[in-house]
């Protein structure tokens, strides 16, 4: 029996001892780099931490370390220590402000096609814990189009796919939903992409940043997307951004400050058209394990 093919079967069994009710997982991701992706992931955790929801980031960006930055959080483990020194879930998360809990992928998310069968099956159990300590897990992957983000992308349940009104944003997100669509294991039916706008001068621009993606992914590609909201463009989350800070931390009642609130509310009403899946993040993981294994 092949490594794929033995991933496989250990991703079936330890689907089937899931249990129903998990943390609900949302990745967030964009086209390019530069529109805000990371902000939009953090603003939108420190909402849910004020509807009382308990939350955790899952900082899968290998590149950077934004979400860490932006947070004043400097995690002292990552993922490689759980999978190859023996940590636990609970001592790799780092906590920040308001309580949100951190956990860096650092480098050992692009050694995961690499596991063994009993490192997988910590590396599930361990991710079942997550179910017991948060109530939503926000992802923030990598921006553009690399094979890692597709990957998480199309092994979510539920995506934010951030986007601005200039027309190289609007060019690479389509990109990244083409190259989704167009990829023989995406089932369209089990992810619901959401469109959130950002930098936008207006609600009706941000509409239309909705608009023109779903016009050519109806068209071209004979799919659905749907518009979770916008966030204007906001002098005080550009001071905060600067100043390596989270707005709707310093800035409750900035106008970016609200409008992501409006966004968390708009996500979390959204829960009765959510894509159900068994297992929460441990089944994402499991998910983005069986296609990297094909």
């Given at each position: 029996m092949d490594q794929a093919e033995q991933l496989r079967?250990?991703?079936?069994?330890?689907?089937?001892?899931?249990?129903?009710?998990?943390?609900?997982?949302?990745?967030?991701t964009s086209g390019k780099g530069g529109v805000g992706k990371s902000n939009v992931a953090v603003n939108m955790a420190v909402w849910f931490r004020k509807m009382g929801?308990?939350?955790l980031i899952f900082d899968a960006d290998l590149g950077l370390a934004n979400v860490e930055v932006m947070l004043g959080a400097v995690p002292e483990y990552n993922l490689s220590d759980?999978?190859?020194?023996?940590?636990?879930?609970?001592?790799?998360?780092t906590p920040g402000p308001m309580d949100i809990g951190l956990i860096s992928g650092g480098l050992g998310i692009s050694g995961l096609n690499n596991l063994s069968k009993d490192q997988i099956l910590y590396l599930v159990h361990s991710l079942s814990e997550l179910n017991e300590l948060a109530d939503i897990i926000v992802i923030d992957t990598g921006a553009g189009i690399s094979?890692?983000?597709?990957?998480?992308?199309?092994?979510?349940?539920?995506?934010l796919l951030v986007s601005t009104p200039e027309p190289s944003s609007l060019t690479d997100s389509y990109s990244l939903l083409k190259a989704?669509?167009?990829?023989?294991?995406f089932y369209k039916d089990r992810v619901r992409i959401n469109i959130v706008a950002n930098k936008v001068g207006s609600s009706e621009e941000g509409k239309a940043v909705y608009a023109r993606l779903n016009a050519v992914v109806s068209q071209f590609l004979k799919g659905s997307i749907y518009f979770l909201g916008m966030i204007p463009q906001d002098r005080e989350m550009e001071a905060a951004v600067r100043s390596q800070r989270v707005v709707s931390v310093e800035r409750p009642n900035a106008p970016s400050s609200r409008a992501f609130q409006v966004l968390a509310n708009n996500y979390i009403n959204n829960e009765n058209k959510m894509i159900s899946v068994h297992g929460g993040i441990a089944q994402v993981l499991m998910n983005f394990l069986s296609r990297i294994g094909n």
């Open positions: 079967n250990v991703i079936k069994q330890k689907s089937k001892e899931a249990p129903p009710n998990c943390a609900r997982v949302v990745t967030v929801k308990r939350v759980l999978i190859y020194r023996g940590k636990s879930i609970r001592e790799i998360i094979d890692s983000v597709l990957e998480f992308v199309m092994a979510s349940p539920e995506v989704l669509y167009r990829n023989p294991i």
